[in-house]
Antibody
Framework: EVQLVESGGGLVQPGGSLTLSCVTSGFPFDNYDMTWVRQAPGKGLEWVASIKKDASDKYYADSVRAKFLISRDGAKNTLYLRMNNLREADTATYYCARGSEDDGMEPLDPWGQGTPVIVSS | DILMAQSPSSLSASVGDRVTITCQASEDIMTFLAWYQQRPGKAPKLLIYDSSTLKTGVPTRFSGSGSGTEFTLTISSLRPEDVATYHC?????????FGGGTRVELK
């Protein structure tokens, strides 16, 4: 069974940092692009960042570029999101999702259960 | 960026009703369009991809259609377990973008 399990969320003060993890199982992690998507309370879905299967390319939403860093560790089958200089606007549930296995674009499937990040003083 | 306009933002329907949700892309995305179902408090789940291909295991009362800029998700006969928010998403190009979501409730 394919599984994605996020962790690392929590309450952080403005200007603080957090690192989210997404542990995967049930599929060859190194064969898939991976993505982070967030959802602010009561709002829609917002793409945050994606990383190619070999980590050769990383892509970021304008809203998080220079603040967030996406990375992956094939030995641990784990995806990461390092978040710096957090602001209240970054408050959201963060989901990891599996992307494409080939060079083209594919839908996100499956998604993890999400981890909440609350930025507040 | 490709903007995805989804409508309506919410709807109320009875069990057995036919429900239609539309999604309009700001530019041609061919058929690189997915629909996700998000039940309250849960993560999104993929229902349909490539505009009209049903993911294995998804009930056949769900269907998708469209190409270019106009897309539709249809639930042919609404069931109580379909209460959820539905999101469209384009994967033609980065940044990936989503519609605002449609909340489906029971009347």
């Amino acid at each position: 069974e394919v599984q994605l399990v996020e962790s690392g969320g929590g309450l952080v003060q403005p200007g603080g940092s957090l690192t989210l993890s997404c542990v995967t199982s049930g599929f060859p992690f190194d064969n898939y692009d991976m993505t982070w998507v967030r959802q602010a309370p009561g709002k829609g879905l917002e793409w945050v960042a994606s990383i190619k299967k070999d980590a050769s390319d990383k892509y970021y939403a304008d809203s998080v570029r220079a603040k967030f860093l996406i990375s992956r560790d094939g030995a641990k089958n784990t995806l990461y999101l390092r978040m710096n200089n957090l602001r209240e606007a970054d408050t959201a549930t963060y989901y990891c999702a599996r992307g494409s296995e080939d060079d083209g674009m594919e839908p996100l499937d499956p998604w993890g259960q999400g981890t909440p990040v609350i930025v507040s003083s | 960026d490709i903007l995805m306009a989804q409508s309506p933002s919410s709807l109320s329907a009875s069990v057995g009703d036919r429900v239609t949700i539309t999604c309009q892309a700001s530019e041609d995305i061919m058929t690189f369009l997915a629909w996700y179902q998000q039940r309250p408090g849960k993560a999104p789940k993929l229902l349909i991809y490539d505009s009209s291909t049903l993911k294995t295991g998804v009930p056949t009362r769900f269907s998708g259609s469209g190409s270019g800029t106009e897309f539709t998700l249809t639930i042919s006969s609404l069931r109580p377990e379909d209460v959820a928010t539905y999101h469209c998403q384009q994967y033609d190009s980065l940044p990936l973008t989503f519609g605002g979501g449609t909340r489906v409730e029971l009347k």
